[in-house]
């Protein structure tokens, strides 16, 4: 098989496979113009090789960059898109609730103005974040999260980002890859404890979005083996890879020598695929 496009993030069906597996989608475009996605999960088992034909292109405007901002977007597109204002990254800044938008009220009142919650992901350890509510599961198969746990559900966005602040303190916000890469067992019983000591943490101030009834959410990706160490490649300063896929997890790509590519971070990202019996 041969594909040749922009690289766009993977989707994820919010269902689990029969198999209780994540089912992924392979997105890209021809520069703006949407490709019919794919699923990659054949590929597993197989050799690839993944070309960077040295051209970049804006997801937003299309025009050919030198560097991508964001999620593939030139400077002035990252400096004005909806999608990098400052409550995207830090939801507590979020004030669309009040009618005081960052940047694009239209957008803020979509996306932020709308119910969010307030979960445990376990990913390389335990970890608090915050999606919107109709981001779920979507988020938790982004991070590569194995297990997850709801603990606060609230109207707005600002709100659910004071709720992480209180509780980032205590626990991590932020996930090492390299550990997430890795095997790990589901751990039911650490979410429900983590999420029970969340709750004494916050206190009577936040009782009240405490969701009470939440279970512990297990995941699992189609990853057919687990390299004992791995490399993060970027196609700026590597672009030809090849080698066997040996599975998918969150955004990246795994070969078997260790090699893993971040697909979210290389959008707009003009590759030329090889799939099987194609590959040199």
Same mark, same amino acid.
């Not at 069906?13 to 994540?22: A, C, D, G, K, R």
């Not at 995207?88 to 119910?115: C, T």
């Given at each position: /098989? $041969?594909?040749? %496009?922009?690289?766009?993030?993977?989707?994820?069906? @919010?269902?689990?496979?029969?198999?209780?597996?994540?089912?992924?989608?392979?997105?890209? *475009?021809?520069?703006?113009?949407?490709?019919?996605?794919?699923? @990659?999960?054949?590929?597993?088992?197989?050799?690839?090789?993944?070309?960077?034909?040295?051209?970049?292109?804006?997801? =937003?405007? %299309?025009?050919?960059?030198?560097? *991508?901002?964001?999620?593939?977007?030139?400077?002035?597109?990252?400096?004005?898109? @909806?999608?990098?204002?400052?409550?995207?990254?830090?939801?507590?800044?979020?004030?669309?609730?009040?009618?005081?938008?960052?940047?694009?009220?239209?957008?803020?009142?979509?996306?932020? !103005?709308?119910?969010?919650?307030?979960?445990?992901?376990?990913?390389?350890?335990?970890?608090? %974040?915050?999606?919107?509510?109709?981001?779920?599961?979507?988020?938790?198969?982004?991070?590569? *999260?194995?297990?997850?746990?709801?603990?606060?559900?609230?109207?707005?966005?600002?709100?659910?980002?004071?709720?992480?602040?209180?509780?980032?303190?205590?626990?991590?916000?932020?996930?090492?890859?390299?550990? /997430?890469?890795?095997? =790990?067992?589901?751990?039911?019983?650490?979410?429900?404890?983590?999420?029970?000591?969340?709750?004494?943490?916050?206190?009577?101030?936040?009782? &009240? $979005? $405490?969701?009470?009834?939440?279970?512990? =959410?297990?995941?699992?990706?189609? =990853?057919?083996?687990? @390299?004992?160490?791995?490399?993060?490649?970027?196609?700026?300063?590597?672009? /030809?890879? &090849?080698?066997?896929?040996?599975?998918?997890?969150?955004?990246?790509?795994?070969?078997?020598? %260790?090699?893993?590519? !971040?697909?979210?971070?290389? *959008?707009?990202?003009?590759?030329?695929?090889?799939?099987?019996?194609?590959?040199?």
């Amino acid at each position: /098989m $041969f594909w040749k %496009g922009n690289l766009r993030k993977m989707a994820t069906e @919010p269902e689990l496979s029969t198999s209780n597996v994540v089912s992924y989608s392979w997105n890209g *475009a021809d520069i703006l113009e949407n490709k019919s996605p794919i699923d @990659p999960e054949g590929w597993i088992g197989q050799d690839i090789e993944i070309n960077h034909t040295g051209r970049i292109h804006c997801v =937003v405007t %299309g025009k050919r960059i030198k560097k *991508a901002y964001g999620e593939g977007m030139c400077y002035d597109a990252w400096r004005s898109s @909806p999608h990098s204002v400052e409550s995207v990254i830090h939801p507590e800044l979020s004030r669309i609730h009040e009618g005081i938008a960052l940047r694009d009220k239209e957008w803020e009142e979509k996306h932020h !103005n709308q119910p969010h919650i307030v979960y445990i992901s376990q990913t390389s350890g335990l970890k608090v %974040g915050v999606t919107r509510e109709t981001n779920v599961p979507y988020r938790w198969h982004d991070q590569g *999260a194995i297990g997850a746990i709801v603990i606060c559900k609230t109207p707005y966005r600002q709100l659910a980002g004071q709720i992480e602040v209180a509780l980032k303190p205590h626990m991590a916000d932020r996930t090492n890859y390299r550990k /997430m890469l890795a095997e =790990v067992p589901f751990d039911a019983d650490a979410l429900d404890e983590a999420r029970e000591q969340a709750f004494e943490w916050l206190g009577e101030e936040y009782e &009240s $979005f $405490f969701e009470e009834i939440s279970q512990p =959410v297990c995941i699992q990706y189609p =990853v057919i083996e687990f @390299p004992s160490k791995i490399q993060s490649v970027r196609l700026d300063k590597m672009p /030809m890879l &090849s080698g066997r896929l040996v599975g998918i997890k969150g955004q990246y790509l795994i070969f078997e020598d %260790g090699c893993v590519l !971040n697909i979210r971070n290389h *959008a707009g990202y003009e590759i030329e695929l090889t799939v099987g019996d194609s590959v040199q």
